[in-house]
């Protein structure tokens, strides 16, 4: 009986690795295909890697940065071909008009995130900086109807283009973090009251892209789950907080980028 249950316990073992081993190799084998493919990498800041440094001359004020997670999966998997169009300040009618060109039916994988700017999201946070609790939730409250009622028509017309112009195309949707860890370490600045309306207006646009890209049978990837503990105000940031030049304020650093972002991303490539 004894050897009995080392048998089966030693079975269920192999069975449990080899079931770990088969997820590895399946991840790795689809990054492998996706990467005998293009990788066409569109959206606003946050997808160019404002904050993270390092970035491409070429790209100018887009602010493309080479540790931004687009260009950190494209280095890793050396896909058949890479376009990176992300830009500095994007809304849904810069990626429509100046961004899809690469797209194309040869095109496997594509990534984006957009729709922050379209709300308003530097001025709104520039409203709650500098003109207090009250203007701060005014300002919050106008771009959650904005949300609500505008964006996902934006949305639908850039996803549309998208699987116009590149049919094949797996196509994953990026959100964005919760800016502030409530009730952290922060003793001065934004009340707590604006830092929660804040973080409720980024669950509110995570929720309507995440409806919006599965209407369109886009993958949508939440990093909240990576930047959690990581917030402003966590005493352990992957976000910067105000910055002098002030474009990169409320965006991810290097790290955010590597070990926020790119984990989320290639999950859902």
Known sequence: MRLSRVAKATSALFATLALVLTGASAATAAERSLAATGYVALGDSYSAGVGAGSYDSASGSCKRSTKSYPALWAAANSPASFNFTACSGAKTGDVLGGQLAPLNSSTGLVSISIGGNDAGFADTMTTCALQGESACLTAVSKAIAYVDNTLPGQLDGVYSAISQKAPSAHVVVLGYPH????????????????????????????????????????????????FSGHELCSGSAWLHSVTVPVDESYHPTATGQSSGYLPVFRSAA
């Open 179 to 226: 800016f502030y860890k409530i009730g952290g370490s922060c003793v001065a600045g934004l009340s707590d009251k604006s830092r929660a309306a804040i973080n409720g207006a980024a669950d509110e646009i995570n929720g309507v892209t995440a409806k919006r890209a599965a209407n369109h049978g886009f993958a949508f990837a939440d990093v909240n789950s990576t």
